[in-house]
């Protein structure tokens, strides 16, 4: 059996074998999700009390970097293992993967290109939202409470597919806030969608052992047009499910596998 002595990074930052350490660790990580949630979902009241567009993306951009420093210094460890996982048999689900991410990434550029007939101004006003958008959210779901849940379940052996399930479901049912200001029907397409990013992110994270190609792809996808609208949705909800219904699957079973290989070669 190959073995490479491989574990969780969390190991270096927390004693695992010491279950009083983990729980109050894991409450700590919890306490700041919490708050940082808060914050998050919070500061655009602030934001909308100026009238000035140019002070409410100086608010946005300034709350982005406090959020990432704060984030990134409670999140105990960006990385999952102690050193990047060898793929093994999990290859070839990784090239399908990337297969799929270029797909997504590539039919972006077709309607990304609207931005080149907006104003600098706005196309400013869109790339600071969604850097807020992807470092905010990124460390919430697949940062903190990844860490949180995965932390949790450590002597679960499938707890980083638990950890990767539950954290995309998080993460796809804040968008119900969305409700404030878009119709039903879109925001169920939005959270479908949600939740399969939110897998692709985290295996983005696994197989980089990093959170930094999470957060440039989660930029990429929402610096976008929609931005600059009120509705962030899809009101297609079959064609979502079609689309992304098959996705979710291939991710799960991809996540479930490579979690599989982390077994064995821990062994």
């Known amino acids: 059996m190959e073995s490479n002595n491989y574990y969780l990074a969390l ?14 660790s894991a409450i ?15 500061y655009p009241l602030i934001a909308k009390l100026f009238t000035s567009q140019i002070i409410r993306l100086l608010i946005i951009f300034g709350f982005t970097v406090f959020f990432g420093i704060f984030a990134n210094y409670f999140a105990l460890t960006n990385k999952v293992f102690n050193k990047r996982l060898k793929q ?4 070839g689900l990784t090239i399908v993967f990337f297969f799929l ?5 590539l039919m972006d ?30 460390y919430l779901f697949r940062g903190i409470l990844f860490n949180d849940i995965l932390l ?6 499938y707890g980083i597919f638990w950890a990767a399930s539950i954290s995309s479901l998080f993460f796809s049912m804040i968008h119900l806030f969305n409700l404030t200001h878009q119709p039903l029907i879109s925001t169920i397409g939005q959270m479908i969608f949600a939740f399969n990013l939110g897998l692709m992110l985290c295996y983005l994270r696994l197989i980089s052992n990093a959170m930094i190609w999470g957060i440039l792809l ?6 976008s047009p929609q931005i600059a609208t009120s509705n962030f949705g899809n009101s297609h909800v079959l064609d ?14 991809t996540i479930f596998a490579f979690n599989r290989r982390y077994l064995n070669l821990r062994k």
């Open 28 to 42: 700590k990580l919890l306490i700041v999700d919490i708050v940082l949630q808060i914050c998050y979902l919070g």
């Open 240 to 253: 979502v499910i079609i689309v992304n219904g098959p996705v979710i699957i291939f991710m799960l079973v």
């Open 218 to 223: 989660h930029f990429w996808q929402d610096m």
């Open 152 to 157: 949790a379940l450590h002597k679960n052996k």
């Open 11 to 24: 190991g270096d930052e927390v004693d695992l074998d010491n279950k009083q350490k983990v729980t109050k």
């Open 101 to 105: 991410l270029a797909i997504i990434v």
């Open 109 to 138: 550029f077709i309607y990304k290109s609207k931005m080149l007939h907006m104003s600098a101004f706005k196309v400013i006003g869109i790339i600071i939202v969604a850097l807020n958008a992807a470092i905010c959210e990124e």
């Open 88 to 91: 093994g048999k999990v290859i």
